[in-house]
């Protein structure tokens, strides 16, 4: 059994069993672990003066073992055996992709807003960081539309793209530092140093996979003449990233997103992506988990033929 038919059956496994079962409650998961010691540090680091190196320190630390423990570890499953070495890769892509668990929670947004306005913010909350009681039904399918958009990128995307590169240790590794920056990569009085490391090394992590995302969601809904509306608008964004896969679905439903938004009490203006202020209801909903379904499929696809390509030459 080689090398590159663990990556690839770990690959194919690890997919399936993700869009199955998705994140089953029972187990447990390692982005919990990551959060812990990533709390366990900042007590005791985010305190006085040279806040932006201590939580660079960290930072790297903690990528840096993480590719290293999972690397050395997976070397030496393969020379104890080889089916061994197959089910940790495989259970590595499993537990880093979170592709089901995202299409179900966005439409249980949905679902829940057809019962009440109250149970739709309260599960618009779920998965987002903006203030949700006061949002007015659009403003919660909006919501709910672009977390999609976005946790497409970074839930399947960005981690099957840092699989193609550099193996199921890169893959764990993006999973660390999109959990670093989830937790301290705000701009607030908290973080603003500490967490500025951890929220850069994101997105240089995500530049390419954000891309590739709005590229994938146009070629599979059949949008390539909106390529200029994603370029002119995934700018729009307080983030370097989010736009591009926000500004492709924006382009491929004919709506807008972005605009302004409360987060922990304060107003944000955030410029609009996209023009047509248009209701969305459940056809769009359906329509854009769709195009997550093809895009990942077509990313697993893709990155079966990066690792399978250079065993040719």
């Known amino acids: 059994m080689g090398a590159t038919f663990i ?13 199955t079962i ?17 709390k366990w540090f900042e007590k005791r680091l985010n305190k006085g003066a040279y806040r932006f190196i201590k939580g660079a320190f960290m930072s790297i630390l903690l990528v840096g073992t993480t590719f290293t423990l999972t690397y050395y570890g997976l070397v030496l499953s393969e020379r104890i055996h080889p089916a061994i070495a197959l089910t940790l890769n495989s259970l590595i892509v499993f537990i880093s992709l979170s592709a089901l668990t995202l299409r179900k929670e966005v439409k249980m947004v949905f679902e829940a807003l057809e019962q009440s306005l109250h149970k739709g913010r309260i599960q618009v909350a779920r998965i987002v960081g903006r203030d949700t009681k006061n949002l007015n039904p659009q403003q919660i399918r909006i919501a709910a539309l672009e977390t999609l958009s976005e946790n497409l990128s970074d839930g399947v995307i960005a981690p099957l793209f840092w699989f193609a590169l550099l193996g199921a240790p890169g893959m764990l590794s993006y999973k660390m530092i999109n959990t670093l920056d989830s937790m301290i990569g705000y701009k607030n009085e908290r973080y603003l140093y500490y967490g500025k490391f951890a929220a ?45 896969p926000e500004a492709a679905l924006a382009g491929i439903l004919d709506c807008r997103f972005g605009g302004p938004n409360y987060y922990f009490g304060e107003k944000l203006s955030k410029p609009y992506i996209g023009n047509t202020d248009k209701n969305l209801d459940d056809s769009d909903l359906n329509l854009s988990l769709a195009i997550n379904q093809r895009c990942e499929i077509s990313m697993l696809l893709l990155v079966c033929l990066a690792v399978f390509i250079p065993t040719l030459f």
């Open 22 to 38: 998705g994140d089953p409650a029972c187990l447990p998961h390692p982005v919990v672990s990551f959060g812990k010691l990533i």
């Open 200 to 244: 850069r090394l994101d997105d240089v992590a995500n530049y390419i996979p954000a891309r590739l995302t709005a590229i994938l969601m146009l070629l599979v809904s059949g949008n390539l003449s909106k390529t200029r509306f994603v370029a002119s608008n995934g700018n729009k964004h307080t983030s370097p990233n989010s736009g591009y």
């Open 7 to 19: 990556h690839i059956g770990a690959l194919i496994a690890g997919f399936l069993l993700d869009t």
